[in-house]
């Protein structure tokens, strides 16, 4: 599926992920910036902060309560905020919409 990556800059770049893999995958692989992952996907650094977009939504599982805790105490989190290395792409053919929050 293809995902949109808007960035922190102000710009936006598509990228075509595997299903089975995270957004946080397909953005560390491509190098893009904002998504820092520092724990590499382990649920424990919240440096892979982004927004889900209100369309896209739907398409994830909802949080597990590791990744709830790390949201509660994290700047700037809201009510579509979660963590990329927790978001694997489902087989959609759906665009996927992903803010993301520059995290550092
Ligand atoms: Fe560390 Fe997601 S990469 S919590």
Sequence with gaps: PIVTYHLPDGTATDVDVQVGQTIMDGSTRNNLPGIVA???????????????????????????EEETELLEFLDGACDRSRLSCQLVVPDTDERIEIHVVDSR
Excluded: I, K, Q, R
């Excluded at 590499?40 to 949080?63: I, K, M, Q, R, Y």
């Design 38 to 64: 520092e724990c590499g996907g382990s649920c424990s650094c919240a440096t892979c902060h982004v927004h889900v977009d209100a369309t896209s939504n739907g398409l994830f599982a909802e949080p597990a």
